[in-house]
Structure formats: C-alpha cells, structure tokens
C-alpha cells in the first residue's frame, strides 16, 4: 500500500495564514473597542443629564450667575490695553 505524502504549505499560503489570523484578531479588537467607546459615551449622556437636572433645580439663580460669567469673560476679552500716550500718538 502506498501512502500519501502530507502535503506541505507553500510560504505564500502559510504567509496568508497568518495574516488571515492577525486580522481577524484586529477586527475582534476594534469591536470590542467599539462596544467600550458606546458604553463610556452612553455613561457620560448619563453624568450630563444629571447635572442638568441638578442645573434646572437650583432654578434661576444659576441662570443669572452663567449670565455674569459669560458677560465677564467677553468683557475681559476686548479690555483696552493700557499703552502710554507717546506710543499711542505714534499709532
């Protein structure tokens, strides 16, 4: 009786092998990444929402102080420089 040879991968089918297995493992790491990214944003939404509410209970004097703020910060943006008259005559 005569027995087959086993046949022996070329390197081109044992480098395509390979590759094959190191994408596949690639593709389960970027779903896997995936699901994670969607479970922190979801988590987040979560965090925001509760602050909003705890925003929306202390009513308006939060309002008045998010105002204040935001006309102080706009304010302290276009402030005029101080520049002595000399240089500002040359100007």
Do not use: C, H, P, W
Request: proline share 0%; glycine share 8%.
């Amino acid at each position: 009786m005569a027995f087959r040879r086993r046949r022996r991968d070329t390197r081109l089918e044992t480098a395509a092998k390979n590759i094959g297995g190191t994408l596949g493992s690639l593709a389960g790491r970027v779903d896997r990444l995936n699901q994670q990214r969607a479970a922190v944003a979801a988590e987040i939404r979560a965090v925001v929402g509760a602050a909003q509410a705890l925003l929306d209970d202390l009513g308006d004097d939060v309002a008045i102080m998010r105002r204040r703020a935001r006309k102080a910060v706009r304010k302290a943006g276009r402030r005029r420089r101080n520049v002595a008259r000399a240089v500002r005559a040359k100007l």
